[in-house]
């Protein structure tokens, strides 16, 4: 395969090939993730939850999301992969200004990654494209932000009824920055699959959004059926047919493909 690049992701959304794409925090399981033909894989902060057992993602440092990063990028390597790799920028590591986000960003593509991500609308657009004119590829992320679970009051749906317009004009304004990707957690799947169908230069990402999204995401660990909470509803468990983890991941990158996962009754909202 040829490594996946921006101009690839831009042609597989313009063809409507769906994006597959799963977290990954080491070098082991981004191998075999791109060994089983992944796109793009997201060294998530997700991490302090699977990981480092913390509570919320709240608490996750950018020493920490450097260290996964270069975990997953060696592992890649190793087997000269080509999945995308992007990484999260993690809780107040970019909040603060422009030039702070672009120092953080620093470390993770230096850790190489291609790409980094960051939550909400509204404030985050000059962020965006302060780090897209400096050549760094941004990932939005919208619906429910994680790192802000504490002001949403809860891992809930966002962006219902009226809200939804707020988030419409924030993916918007995120693309007109220059974001390429922006990933919808848990939105109303009619609200993604419009937002996808309005937005033709930034590849909707959905998770707990619906099957009307360009790409769908998991954290790895959950669609292997390893979780220590509960399973949000919108996860499918692929090991549950498989006889392995390299052939869960396969399983999962087919369905993402042929768009049998989600199944809009069983994964969505
Ligand atoms: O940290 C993470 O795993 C994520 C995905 C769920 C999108 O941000
Ligand atoms: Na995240």
């Given at each position: 395969r040829k490594p996946v690049s921006l101009p690839r992701l831009a042609d597989m959304h313009a063809r409507g090939e769906k994006i597959s794409m799963l977290t990954a925090y080491d070098a082991t399981f981004a191998a075999m993730a791109d060994a089983a033909g992944i796109d793009c894989l997201l060294v998530g902060d997700s991490l302090g939850m699977?990981?480092?057992?913390?509570?919320?993602?709240?608490?996750?440092t950018l020493d920490t999301m450097r260290y996964h990063t270069d975990s997953v990028s060696r592992g890649l390597r190793r087997v000269q992969g080509t999945a995308w790799l992007i990484a999260d920028l993690p809780?107040?590591?970019?909040?603060?200004?422009r030039e702070q986000a672009l120092r953080s960003a620093t470390v993770l593509m230096q850790a190489g990654a291609h790409m980094v991500k960051l939550e909400g609308g509204g404030w985050t657009t000059e962020t965006v494209r302060f780090l897209v004119e400096r050549g760094i590829p941004v990932c939005a992320h919208l619906g429910l932000t994680p790192q802000t679970v504490h002001a949403l009051g809860g891992y809930r749906v966002q962006g219902k009824g009226d809200a939804g317009a707020l988030l419409k004009q924030q993916a918007h304004a995120l693309q007109d920055a220059g974001a390429t990707m922006l990933v919808l957690e848990m939105v109303p799947a009619a609200l993604a699959a419009e937002l996808t169908t309005e937005l033709k230069h930034c590849a909707t990402i959905g998770i707990g959004a619906?099957?009307?999204?360009a790409g769908q995401v998991l954290v790895l660990h959950d669609m292997l059926g390893i979780n220590l909470g509960r399973m949000p509803?919108?996860?499918?468990?692929?090991?549950?047919?498989?006889?392995s983890i390299g052939e869960a991941l396969a399983a999962y990158v087919r369905a993402v493909k042929d768009g049998s996962f989600p199944d809009d009754q069983l994964h969505a909202w």
């Open positions: 699977v990981c480092q057992g913390l509570a919320s993602t709240v608490g996750v809780f107040g590591s970019y909040q603060e200004s619906g099957k009307g999204t509803k919108f996860v499918r468990n692929f090991m549950a047919d498989a006889s």
